[in-house]
């Protein structure tokens, strides 16, 4: 079972900077990819960004520039840089873990909220 704990949410206005980190621990091996997603309330939820274990990394076109995704292998963390926040990025972030043939694993959610 894999276990995903996140930490750094908050408020901050815009303009601001928050990081969220998150901590994998369980039966996570072997990872191909871990990152981040967000939902919006009323909207689907979406990849903010991801990188493989390969070093590879994906980000939405609305992130570019302002966010960076980060791993630390031997610590199974995956963090979220966000600078230059906007009130459009006020959602609940999830952090996500993928092991090889399997499906997605899900963190408990932390929020984040930008005012203007």
């Known amino acids: 079972q894999v276990h995903l704990v996140e930490s750094g949410g908050g408020l901050v206005q815009a303009g601001g900077s928050l990081r969220l980190s998150c901590t994998a621990s369980g039966n996570i091996f072997p990872i191909v990819v871990m990152g981040w997603y967000r939902q919006a309330p009323g909207k689907q939820r979406e990849l903010v960004a991801t990188m493989t274990d390969g070093g590879i990394t994906n980000y939405a076109d609305s992130v570019k520039g302002r966010f960076t995704v980060s791993r630390d292998m031997a610590k199974n963390t995956v963090s979220l840089q966000m600078n230059n926040l906007k009130p459009e990025d006020t959602a609940v972030y999830y952090c996500?873990?993928?092991?090889?043939?399997?499906?997605?694993?899900w963190g408990q959610g932390t929020q984040v909220t930008v005012s203007s």
């Open positions: 996500n873990l993928r092991r090889l043939f399997e499906g997605d694993n």
